[in-house]
């Protein structure tokens, strides 16, 4: 019933639901996560799928040349307001367990917010199978309808720090 209620919380109010130490703590395993996995390119360039991208896989900025501080200061920003919000705000049951929403929140920066949220890892998550859903994450490891082994490779490395903890 507490746990019930918590997530409401969530749900009606993200930000201040969720503990600022929680969503500190997966921030701080996402960012060098996520750096890792998508590299960082100064100056723009077209991704995998042909899709303009600069920095750590940003696709929503001007494309123009941004300094390393810039592009790690995005990348920040971006993962927390962009990402890890709206994953809370659709599975708030992650909002106090940051490695499952370090994990989340990675995989919604490489597939997007929506995508996640309909994801069988998102209903997974909100089901409260957590083995399942880290589990889950292996299944979007395709691009342009191929399997690629990097997507793949970021996909076990997800689930490994989503398993973290996830038989709690």
């Not at 409401?8 to 395993?29: C, D, I, Q, S, Y």
């Not at 100056?43 to 896989?57: E, M, N, Q, S």
């Not at 994450?137 to 342009?144: C, E, I, K, Q, T």
Request: glycine fraction near 8%.
């Amino acid at each position: 019933m507490a746990q019930n209620k918590a997530v409401e919380a969530v749900r009606a109010n993200p930000g201040k639901t969720a503990t600022a130490g929680a969503l500190a703590a997966a921030m701080a395993l996402a960012v060098p996560l996520v750096a890792k996995w998508e590299g960082k390119r100064n100056d723009p360039y077209l991704d995998i799928v042909g899709i303009a991208t600069v920095c750590y896989g940003e696709t929503n900025v001007a494309m123009r040349r941004y300094s390393d501080a810039e592009c790690s200061a995005m990348l920040r920003k971006s993962l927390t307001d962009s990402y890890a919000v709206p994953v809370i705000r659709c599975t708030p049951i992650l909002a106090d367990r940051p490695y499952q929403l370090a994990a989340a929140s990675s995989l919604a920066y490489n597939i997007g917010t929506t995508a996640y949220c309909r994801s069988t890892v998102a209903r997974r998550f909100n089901a409260g199978d957590f083995v399942g859903a880290c589990n889950s994450f292996l299944s979007w490891s395709y691009a342009g309808g191929r399997q690629v082994q990097g997507l793949l490779n970021r996909r076990r490395d997800e689930r490994k720090l989503c398993l973290q903890g996830a038989g709690q």
